[in-house]
């Protein structure tokens, strides 16, 4: 089973969209991206899980919908510091397999 959860700004602000196998991947700080962390520093942040007990399928086609709504950052569409446009395992970009190696 998996769930489907935001973070905001203590305004209220969606600032990401995220899916974890269970609750405490919503409330971790490891394995965020450096915009994350960013807004993190400055604001802190609040959790609100939107869905519970769905299916992995179900989460990614969710998470999807999401951060097409809510729109990302970096593509200047809205105020989601994602940097995908979800529904895939976390993979190590290649940068990110080299500083492994080393």
Request: hydrophobic fraction near 35%.
């Amino acid at each position: 089973m998996a769930i489907v959860y935001r973070h905001l700004k203590p305004n209220g602000e969606v600032f990401y969209i995220g899916i974890g196998k269970e609750d405490k991947r919503a409330y971790t700080k490891q394995g965020r991206n450096r915009y994350w962390k960013k807004v993190f520093d400055k604001y802190g942040f609040e959790v609100d899980i939107l869905k519970r007990d769905l299916t992995w399928e179900e989460a990614c086609e969710l998470e999807i919908i999401l951060i097409s709504w809510y729109g990302r950052r970096d593509l200047g569409l809205g105020t989601l510091v994602n940097l995908t446009n979800g529904g895939e395992i976390n993979t190590p970009s290649p940068k990110g397999i080299e500083r492994i190696r080393n």
